[in-house]
């Protein structure tokens, strides 16, 4: 019996040393020390023994027992080692590989200019103002001196949503409001930037573009303010080579109106394939505000002046940046965008 413990433990130790992973060493538990193993059917058989045999073979018996079971618990924690270790390699951090590349984000260039816009109007001492996209007919145009059957709204054909509201065609009922709201209070010095809506659709025309208003109003205000303002503007925003003019125009809500020029920054002047062989290049619409609209809104235009502007802001930001088709602004196309 004692020749059989010994078989046993040397074959158990050495399934021991050879075994893989936990279950295996389980199995081998299972078939040497479990409840019908080897082992302790060894121990079953011991009644047959004599009472010299009995406790050799027993004291005998419990140190094989206890040895495997020591044996199989070294092995269980060497494997559990080995597979930790084996996980933490899998999962390891490699910081010596190129990173990944976060993409960043810049603003639209039109947001861009609006914010350069602003920024220059601000500085010249106007507060900033919004009105509302939805419209009332009124502040669009009757308060803007354009009355119902008036030609000057064939050019802003637009979107109606009843007969007397419509998505403004333009930033100018943001003055009327304002005139409306502050009477009699002077000075006014305003800008108000925002969408505007026309059902215009082409290379140079969207049937949604943005508009930034002027506007300023106190006592004695005269042309040369508008001009020498606008000649401030001009040139932070494109350069300080850079000139204006002003060229007689019509609006029903300025009395005089005029077209407002750029000269070209390819040319200086001189003309070229930019401005169409000018020298100049419109940027926006102005003139005095017409003693009409002051009426409306309740000032006396004896006492009170202003001027006022509008301008394109897709058209300010071709020209600053050499764009030649504006639904590029609108495509969100990174090719296009990342250049700015
Ligand atoms: N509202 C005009 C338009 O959208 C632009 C404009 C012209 C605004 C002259 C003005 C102005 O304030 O004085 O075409």
Known sequence: MLEQLRKIQAEAEEMIKTAIDLPALNEIRVRYLGKKGELTQVLRGMGRLSAEERPLVGKQANEVRDYLEEQIQSKTRQIKEQEKTKKLREEALDVTLPGRRIGLGRRHPLTQIMDEIQGIFLGMGFEIVEGPEVELDYYNFEALNIPKDHPARDMQDSFYITPEILLRTHTSPVQART??????????????????????????????FQQVEGFLIDRQVSLADLKGT???????????????????????????????????????????????????????????????????????????????????????????????????LFENDLRFLQQF
């Open 230 to 328: 606008l000649l401030a503007f001009a040139r932070q925003m494109f350069g300080q080579d850079r000139e204006i003019r002003l060229r007689p125009s019509f609006f029903p809500f300025t009395e005089p109106s005029a077209e407002v020029d750029v000269s070209c920054g390819m040319c200086h002047g001189a003309g070229c394939r930019t401005c169409s062989y000018t020298g100049w290049l419109e940027i926006l619409g102005a003139g005095m505000v017409h003693p009409r609209v002051l009426e409306i809104a309740g000032y006396d235009p004896e006492k009170v002046s202003g001027f006022a502007f509008g301008m394109g802001v897709e058209r300010i930001a071709m020209l600053k940046y050499g764009i030649d088709d504006m639904r590029l």
């Open 179 to 208: 005139y409306e709201a502050r009477v009699p209070e002077v000075p006014v010095r305003i800008i108000a930037p925002g969408k505007v809506y026309r059902r215009d659709d082409d290379a140079t025309h969207s049937p949604m």
